[in-house]
């Protein structure tokens, strides 16, 4: 999409192999969010997560943030779903069929649960997705 370099890390060596095989254009790295210590501070542009923040602890989350923060120059970009009446309606039946591996209340964010998180910037609803973005800019 334009980046000169885009590098994706997952800590499924599966995924890695999926990804690789679908775009050639992006280097695809093995590792754990939690620990990306083979990657130097300040390293990408631009961090990027989609639905993957909130299957997380709250702690976590701050684990996960940090580590983002620590190898991102310029901006983390974090797409979470959104605290809105379609994904409680969602949840409450899932809860309701008794599933228990969809997601819960507690993964659904709003504004403030970015700040909650020590996130700068502004969050906007993506349209048309239910997803919650915030881009979070410091000065790095």
Known sequence: MGASKCTGVDYSKEAIEMAKNSNEECEFIYGD???LSHIKDKQ???VYS???LEHYSKDDQRK???EQKRIAKECVFIEVPYDIFYF???FAINRKLGRKTTFSDEEMFTKKTFQKL???GKSK???GSGF???GHFESL
């Open 33 to 35: 969010a939690f620990n």
């Open 44 to 46: 990408f542009d631009l």
């Open 50 to 52: 989609l639905g993957f």
């Open 64 to 66: 996960l943030i940090a």
């Open 88 to 90: 409680r309606w969602l």
């Open 118 to 120: 020590g996130l700068k």
């Open 125 to 127: 609803l993506m349209p």
């Open 132 to 134: 919650l973005t915030i």
